[in-house]
């Protein structure tokens, strides 16, 4: 539990959102995407075995190509200026972000290891349970978090963590959980590719936000490498 919670969501989730106080988040979300690249690298060298073949890797490279062109306009916000070289990067939270999907990667595919019989909910359950103390932890000794708590939540905050722990994170973490023993862990690994496609459709539905030929076009790299990746060789 500790292992497993510790990688996932005290480390890997911890560096994400610790250095999105550094790096644009297009840079974050960039990096995050490179989760199913790792996760096939891992089962080929964890597992000895490489799924799907040409398919795979090119599903693989055209999705993390389409989440490249919807994230590389935020993907140089801030940082200092350098002439006609662009910005700057946080060194620190650039080494954060390549760190994340290397430790979710590792431990997702511990948790692989996990017996089949075991409830994925009891297992999402102990690993969020540990992950959030670590968390907790990590914030008493480095932050100040009670200075955030002492003041109040607006009701649309309130609502908005009620959404990111229920089904954010209690649903979806144990749905991933159950299909890491059944599936491909590259194959969950897509979800990665899924989840800008959802927010930019969610953004456009609920808060009317823009949808630029931009994010089109993104959305007609990264869909049909999730069905690359998702589909199974005809037999012969």
């Known amino acids: 539990g500790f292992v497993i919670g510790g990688l996932l969501c005290t480390i890997s989730n ?54 490249a062109v919807l994230a590389w306009p935020s993907a140089v916000e801030p940082g200092v200026e350098l002439g006609e070289f662009g910005r700057a990067i946080h ?37 969020m349970l540990c992950g959030g103390a670590l968390l907790l932890a990590a914030a008493l000794a480095f932050e100040a978090p009670w200075q955030t708590l002492a003041e109040p939540l607006a009701p649309r905050a309130v609502a908005s963590l009620a959404y990111l722990c229920l089904g954010g994170s209690l649903l979806c973490l144990t749905v991933y959980g159950w299909l890491l023993k059944h599936v491909s862990a590259t194959r969950v690994a897509t979800y990665a590719y899924v989840n800008p496609v959802v927010a930019l459709c969610a953004g456009a539905w609920l808060a009317a936000e823009p949808f630029e030929p931009r994010a089109a076009l993104a959305c007609a790299l990264i869909l049909p490498a999730v069905v690359l990746v998702l589909s199974r060789p005809k037999a012969r």
Request: with cysteine; proline share 4%.
């Open 14 to 67: 911890g560096l994400v959102v610790w250095a999105e106080l550094h790096v644009a988040s297009g840079l974050a979300a960039l990096m995050v995407a490179t989760v199913p690249l790792w996760m096939c690298v891992g089962e080929a060298l964890v597992e000895r075995r490489i799924v799907g073949g040409a398919r795979m890797i090119a599903g693989l490279v055209l999705g993390s190509l389409g989440v």
């Open 91 to 127: 060194p620190l939270g650039a080494l954060a972000l390549c760190a994340s999907p290397l430790t979710w990667t590792a431990g997702s595919l511990l948790a692989r290891r996990l017996p089949a019989s075991q409830s994925s909910l009891q297992s999402s359950a102990l690993q």
